[in-house]
């Protein structure tokens, strides 16, 4: 296949992505189809027009939708051309382009064909997806050879799963996987699971070894959890390669779950750096850079396990002034939020204490038993949530501050956790300032400054000193593109 | 009097302020020296704000009262049997109560709304117990909407929609001004935004499908 420009041609996406096709059709009538099965079981002269439904019409729609989906590269841009019913016309300009994403599912992989996805700039614009794309019309699409090997070393393994231990985040699509696994298989295994997990917790408590059977109980939870963590990390995760290229961050990750996602360097509109608690005792980080974000597209590049040397350089290559900012934050010149706002906070602290001194109090006076074996925990568990948050917000009014540059703003916060913000002054959508009583008694505003992906809020600053970021805000602001 | 004048107002801001809903010029050092002070946010407005229709009161307090009757008639419907057997001033006075609240708070938000729109920006201050004030820079203004519910159709309102890039929602929602003054200032911003920038890039329309030899088929 010539991998030269093919322009005003029209082309068609390869007859294996009717399999896609054929999945979002089955989508969309699921409701008729459900509807039909419960009617078919209660009288069986549906059945075979639900049959005729599901075994012709739907495919027939699938391949309908493929046969009528074409796609041209032109001197403009990018057409795409779809519907046999009501037809659409989608002209996409190539510099509007804001984000790319070329993905491999796996069944695919074998083909050897890629599905893309094309997102331009604004809200409620549409998303420009296909599939089942060869290499060759991949490149032709895009104009440009298209590296898709060569990538750079990938963060090691071991980094990437122990972030997954406190990227809580991440649970959400090990959860989701697991729901449906068991619907899938029934309450077969997760049914008979539960049964002997109560059966050894009911053994735990009637036991002469309590203690040892606890401990036995929580190494099996955790080394499930970690079984579980280590299938989430060689799906989603592993291998992990970051790059700026061309003016272009690509990211890739994931083994069989493959993804890779690219967002233009100037259209950079935030970078997170995150250290929670249990990174902060290997000295990783987990670096977050946020793309030009839409409706239907939330671009976000999250880098897990790096290490200081790795932030640093990805730092220096966005902005090479902020190269040493892990360490910046010891000098002098960070600026930071009014007292009163802290008293403020810890004012609410105290007052938290009431329900939680309640709750405890009245768990004791049942007898540890309003909610049979999780009264203790609970009990417990909310004291210990209360000493944490004090802790942390103490921390908290220790360790932060705020810095702007020329055309940048830095926020770092440290609490348990660590957290810094980079936000580039000429990508912000929208300021919002917030002033409550105690704000307007001290002059003082709490000032949010957020992009199209992302925000920054600084608590509580002088009224002054907001007004002056704004007007910078406002002589730095320029058009997206 | 069309208090919105400047109908064909250029595209680049220029020296020359627009103008302000009562006819006089708004330019961008406009408030400077006091826009963020608290005197400014909780003292008497300057001249240049402009602050929402005489009607979105009644409107608001039509809406809530409508609001509190639907989920009376509703919360009766659903457990009518068992307000047989509670004494009723327990659950009526409270109610009341809370409703009068309710509907007091609505002249005290009125009076703290107000919006302008200068040379490069749009501001929209709001609030009772948290006064917040939204900036809209006019170079990120991607586009207006105006739209009227039914009620406040009877009252001649409407709503004025601001978006941004990369939004999902309204950045700022200017509800209850008159319509006349939404369609004005509707029209105003899309003149305002600046176009230095290409034109919009994804465009749909119905088409007829290409003709066979202009196909390729891979």
């Known amino acids: 296949m010539s991998t030269e420009i093919i322009s005003n041609v029209w082309q068609r996406a390869s007859a294996w992505s009717i399999a896609p096709h054929l999945f979002k059709v089955l989508l969309e009538w699921a409701g008729l189809i459900v509807g039909g099965t419960v009617l078919s079981f209660g009288k069986q002269d ?32 990018i057409e795409l051309q779809q519907g046999w019913w009501s037809k659409q016309l989608l002209l996409l300009a190539q510099q509007r382009v804001q984000e790319l994403e070329i993905s491999q599912p796996p069944y695919l992989r074998p083909l050897k064909l890629y599905s893309l996805a094309l997102d331009s700039a604004g809200s409620q614009q549409k998303e420009f997806a296909l599939t089942g794309l060869s290499q060759a019309q991949l ?100 291998p992990q390669h970051v790059q700026l290229e061309g003016g272009r961050w690509q990211l890739q990750h994931g083994t069989v779950l493959k993804k890779s996602q690219q967002i233009k360097a100037p259209l950079l509109q935030m970078v997170q750096i995150s250290q929670p608690l249990l990174a902060r005792g290997f000295g990783h980080y987990r670096l977050s850079l946020s793309g030009f974000g839409s409706q239907l597209q939330q671009s976000r590049f999250v880098l897990l396990g790096q290490t200081r040397a790795q932030v640093t350089q990805l730092l220096g290559q966005c902005w090479s002034q902020f190269a ?16 009163q706002y802290f008293g403020r906070l810890q004012l609410y602290w105290w007052l938290s204490l009431l329900p939680v001194s309640a709750l405890f109090i009245w768990l004791a006076s049942t007898g540890w038993t309003a909610f049979g074996w999780l009264s203790i925990p609970l009990a417990f568990g909310s004291v210990f949530w209360w000493l944490w948050r004090g802790l ?27 957290q810094w913000q980079l936000l580039p002054l000429w990508q912000v959508q929208q300021v919002r300032l917030v ?3 105690l704000l307007q008694r001290h002059q003082l505003v709490q000032l949010q400054l957020a992009t199209a992906n992302g925000s920054v809020t600084l608590a509580a600053i002088p009224a002054a000193q907001a007004q002056a970021i704004y007007q910078q805000v406002l002589r730095l602001t320029r058009s997206v593109v | 009097m069309d208090s919105f004048a400047t ?25 400077s020296q006091t826009f963020i002070d608290d005197v400014c946010l909780t003292q008497p407005l300057p001249a240049q704000w402009a602050g929402l229709a005489a009607a979105a009161l009644p409107k608001r307090l039509l809406q809530r009262l409508l609001i509190a009757l639907t989920v009376c008639t509703i919360s009766f419907a659903a457990s009518h ?14 109610l009341l109560l809370v409703l009068a609240l309710w509907l007091g708070m609505v002249p005290l938000q009125l ?74 200032l509707s029209e105003l911003l899309s003149a305002l935004i600046p176009q230095d920038e290409p034109p919009l890039a994804a465009v749909t329309s119905s088409v007829t499908p290409p003709s066979a030899e202009q196909r390729h088929v891979d």
């Not at chain 1, 075979?48 to 403009?76: K, N």
């Not at chain 1, 000098?331 to 930071?336: D, E, I, K, L, T």
Request: one cysteine or more; aromatic letters at 12%; glycine letters at 6%.
């Open chain 1, 46 to 77: 549906y059945q075979p027009y639900l049959l005729g439904l599901v075994l012709l019409v739907l495919p027939l729609l699938a391949v309908l939708r493929w046969r009528f989906t074409l796609f041209r590269r032109t001197e403009q841009g």
């Open chain 1, 139 to 238: 490149q032709a699409l895009l104009g440009r050879p298209l590296t898709l090997v060569s990538t750079p070393s990938s963060t090691p393994f071991w980094r990437i799963w122990l972030a997954t231990w406190y990227s809580l985040y991440l649970w959400l699509p090990m959860v989701a996987a697991l729901g449906t696994l068991q619907s899938l298989l029934g309450n077969r295994i997760f049914g008979s699971l539960w049964q002997q997990l109560k059966q050894a917790f009911s053994d735990w408590q009637h036991s002469d070894h309590p203690l040892f059977w606890a401990l036995l109980l929580l190494l099996a939870a955790v080394l499930g959890l970690a079984l579980l963590l280590t299938a989430l990390t060689f799906i989603l995760l592993y």
């Open chain 1, 324 to 339: 040493d900012l892990l360490n910046a934050w010891q000098q002098p010149h960070w600026q930071r939020f009014a007292g």
């Open chain 1, 392 to 418: 942390d917000l103490a921390l908290f009014r220790r360790y932060h501050g705020y810095q702007l540059t020329a055309d940048v703003l830095l926020y770092w916060r440290a609490g348990l956790g660590q």
């Open chain 1, 435 to 437: 002033q409550s009583r």
């Open chain 2, 7 to 31: 109908k064909n107002a250029p595209a680049e801001p220029v020296d020359s302020a627009h103008v302000a809903p009562d006819g006089q010029p708004v330019d961008n050092a406009l408030l």
């Open chain 2, 81 to 94: 049997r068992v307000f047989a057997y509670i004494d009723w001033p327990l659950i009526v006075l409270p």
């Open chain 2, 111 to 184: 009076r703290h709304c107000r919006y302008v729109l200068r040379q490069r920006d749009f501001i929209y201050c709001h609030g009772l117990l948290w006064r917040k004030a939204d900036l809209l820079p006019l170079r990120r203004v991607q586009h207006v909407t105006v739209s009227q519910g039914a009620i406040q159709k009877l009252f001649d309102l409407a709503t004025l929609e601001l978006y941004s890039a990369g939004s999902s929602g309204a950045e700022i929602k200017l509800a209850d001004i008159t319509h006349h003054e939404a369609m004005v």
